[in-house]
């Protein structure tokens, strides 16, 4: 069973392959499935910022490709010294799959809870 050391490890592991040439600001994601499969991503940035692709949405993509629907937690890492966030629209993808997910971050801690960052998502019933 992979441990939340492992889960934070491998999205630390995968920020040297982050394309970030305009902001400098790298992020690492790695999903666990609900099988215990670990599916990373980084950001992808591109001069287009708007065309940019977050490195939790590029993880979770990469998993639902391969055919996995459920997930238990999702670690995010990056270059600052500060815990860094799903941003909004990763935070909606990821409820699509799994509100209750649990978000563990470097430099922090404390264990989070996709819903209890997300109070007011949209949902099917929305």
Not at 116 to 121: K, N, V
């Amino acid at each position: 069973m992979t441990t939340k050391t492992q889960l934070l490890d491998a999205s630390i592991n995968v920020l040297k392959n982050s394309y970030c040439p305009y902001s400098q600001f790298m992020v690492g994601a790695a999903l666990l499935t609900t099988d215990d499969i670990i599916f990373s991503g980084c950001n992808v940035e591109n001069v287009s910022f708007g065309l940019s692709m977050c490195a939790e949405r590029i993880a979770l993509f990469k998993a639902i490709s391969e055919g996995y629907q459920k997930f238990d937690a999702i670690a995010i890492a990056s270059n600052t010294d500060k815990p860094i966030f799903p941003c909004g629209a990763c935070r909606q993808v990821l409820f699509e799959f799994s509100p209750r997910l649990k978000i563990f971050t470097n430099y922090d801690k404390k264990d989070y809870v996709l819903v209890d960052l997300l109070p007011y998502s949209f949902d099917s019933i929305n």
